[in-house]
């Protein structure tokens, strides 16, 4: 046992991480892990923190979040969103740049971080690939990457100029930082709001075809294969897309992906109710869709769950579906949406897939996103980032009960199975028994 009292000690849990699955408690002072064991007897003095019959896990990353600061604080702020995340079992998140102004300089990546000082998550910055976000001219990816940003993307919108993109590649592979991109060809794409098939054509809605995402999933492979760039997908949506990235992994491209909890459970007979809450970018998709992306998390060819959490105010998601702006809320609920999913029908998940499934979440994410104080292993001299995860816990989603500012959840009414019971952050507890601290 190391000297000196210890902080905090997580007792009774199930250790998953990426070194295996085994029963043990975690001890920590200050922000670094200094014991792990079985059977570990909490010093006098500390702070205990129950975990029996719970997952114990590196704290979660999220690839992919919208905090909407600076320019949209009416629908979320980084206070708001750390603390969802929190709730969520998260311990970073990546910001999106997609902001007002953008993230495309040196001085808003230094606002963002000051505003992120007292979060309660880390917060990774992504910088945009171009000036504005407007897909014209790039922006100072240099400067940016000086600062630390080593995610770029102009989510929201895709780089449609494939000539631009290339050079953003040849950059981006200079630099050493990862493009992520929003695969979505505008011109195909039309004016689509929800997804082109017999719910469009019965709804009278427009529809964006699949054709759409994985005409510039394929434009990027071959980008990634020229230049020897690191490319990651955002939120793929379609079977197309998914079987595109296999055979670019297959090939030994550089190339990852992530998926969204609700384009692996929700398909688009949704919309019938003409509902916004339902309407996202890309579209939900049809039952071979969802199929395809739950069979490419099994097999490896999708590296991580984001979120994609997108808050609107709920005056905006009040609009007619199409003019009311496309997104959902996720941070609370990805977690239990996806063991929902996946794994609550396993009576007893066996040791990989466990494994499995929480790198979805944890060390691959983390891994994406070169956030090198996240993603685990649960081991000595750690930085004490950690999510406890009660996997038999059930619960109902309530919109009002959001941290966000935002309601726009899509699993608002549904019942859940598994819930996040504490998350620590750097040794501080976040959340104790699914209450935010602060």
């Given at each position: 046992m190391?000297?000196?009292p210890?902080k905090?000690c997580?007792m009774?849990g199930?250790?998953v991480?990426?070194?295996?699955?085994?029963?043990?408690?975690?001890?920590?002072?200050g922000?670094?892990?200094?014991e792990?064991?079985?059977?570990?007897?909490?010093?006098a003095?500390s702070t205990?923190?129950d975990a029996?019959g719970c997952?114990?896990?590196?704290?979660?990353?999220?690839l992919?979040t919208h905090?909407?600061?600076?320019?949209?604080?009416?629908?979320?702020?980084?206070e708001t969103g750390?603390?969802?995340a929190a709730l969520?079992?998260y311990?970073?998140v990546?910001?999106?740049p997609?902001t007002?102004?953008p993230?495309?300089?040196g001085?808003?990546v230094a606002?963002?971080?000051?505003?992120?000082?007292?979060?309660l998550?880390?917060v990774?910055?992504?910088?945009?690939i171009?000036?504005?976000?407007?897909g014209e001219?790039?922006?100072?990816?240099?400067?940016?990457?000086?600062l630390?940003?080593k995610l770029?993307?102009?989510?929201?919108?895709?780089?449609?100029?494939?000539?631009?993109m290339?050079?953003?590649?040849?950059y981006a592979?200079g630099?050493?930082?990862?493009?992520?991109?929003?695969c979505?060809?505008?011109?195909?794409?039309?004016?689509?709001v929800m997804?082109?098939g017999v719910?469009?054509s019965?709804?009278?809605?427009?529809g964006?075809?699949?054709?759409?995402?994985?005409t510039?999933v394929a434009?990027d492979i071959?980008?990634a294969?020229?230049?020897?760039?690191?490319v990651?997908?955002m939120?793929?949506?379609?079977?197309?897309?998914?079987?595109?990235?296999r055979l670019?992994k297959?090939?030994?491209l550089?190339?990852?992906?992530?998926?969204?909890p609700?384009?692996m459970?929700?398909?688009?007979?949704?919309?019938?109710?003409y509902d916004?809450?339902?309407?996202v970018?890309p579209?939900?998709r049809?039952?071979d869709?969802v199929?395809?992306?739950?069979r490419?998390l099994?097999?490896?060819?999708?590296?991580a769950?984001?979120t994609?959490?997108a808050?609107?105010?709920?005056?905006?998601?009040q609009l007619?579906?199409?003019?009311?702006p496309?997104g959902?809320i996720?941070?609370?609920?990805a977690?239990?949406?996806?063991?929902?999913?996946?794994l609550?029908?396993?009576?007893?998940?066996?040791?990989?897939?466990?494994?499995e499934?929480?790198?979805?979440?944890t060390?691959r994410?983390?891994r994406?996103?070169?956030?090198s104080a996240?993603?685990?292993?649960?081991s000595?001299?750690?930085i004490?980032n950690?999510?406890v995860?009660?996997p038999?816990?059930?619960?109902?989603?309530?919109?009002?009960?959001?941290?966000?500012?935002?309601?726009n959840?899509?699993?608002?009414?549904?019942?859940?199975k598994?819930r996040?019971?504490?998350?620590?952050?750097?040794?501080?507890p976040t959340?104790?028994?699914?209450?935010?601290l602060?």
């Open positions: 190391a000297e000196g210890l905090l997580v009774g199930t250790l991480d990426s070194t295996g699955v085994r029963r043990g408690d975690v001890c920590i002072t922000d670094v892990i200094v792990v064991g079985a059977d570990l007897e909490p010093p003095g205990v923190l029996s997952l114990v896990t590196p704290g979660l990353v999220d992919h905090l909407r600061q600076p320019g949209a604080e009416e629908a979320e702020t980084v750390s603390r969802a969520g079992g311990t970073a990546v910001a999106m997609n007002d102004p993230v495309d300089n001085a808003v606002e963002v971080l000051e505003l992120s000082k007292n979060a998550v880390e990774g910055v992504a910088g945009a171009t000036v504005g976000r407007a001219r790039l922006s100072l990816m240099r400067e940016l990457a000086a630390g940003v770029f993307t102009d989510d929201g919108n895709g780089v449609q100029d494939g000539g631009l290339r050079r953003a590649c040849e592979a630099l050493g930082v990862t493009l992520a991109q929003h979505e060809d505008e011109r195909i794409a039309g004016y689509g997804n082109e719910w469009s019965k709804l009278g809605l427009r964006t075809p699949a054709a759409a995402e994985d510039m434009r071959s980008l294969r020229l230049t020897g760039a690191k990651h997908f939120h793929l949506s379609c079977a197309s897309s998914v079987e595109l990235v670019a297959a090939e030994g550089s190339v990852t992906a992530e998926v969204t609700h384009h459970v929700l398909t688009d007979d949704l919309v019938r109710d916004p809450v339902f309407k970018n579209p939900l049809g039952v869709d199929a395809a992306i739950r490419g099994r097999d490896g060819t999708i590296d769950i984001a994609d959490h808050p609107h105010s709920p005056e905006s998601k007619p579906f199409d003019d009311a496309p959902m996720g941070l609370q609920t977690l239990a949406v996806s063991y929902d999913t996946l609550s029908n396993e009576n007893h998940p066996s040791f990989s897939q466990l494994q499934f929480f790198a979805l979440f060390s994410p983390a994406i996103a070169g956030l996240q993603g685990g292993p649960l000595k001299g750690s004490a950690i999510c995860f009660d038999d816990e059930r619960w109902t989603v309530e919109s009002d009960s959001q941290a966000s500012r935002s309601r959840t899509p699993f608002a009414g549904r019942s859940l598994g996040v019971r504490h998350c620590i952050l750097r040794g501080e959340v104790v028994d699914a209450v935010a602060r």
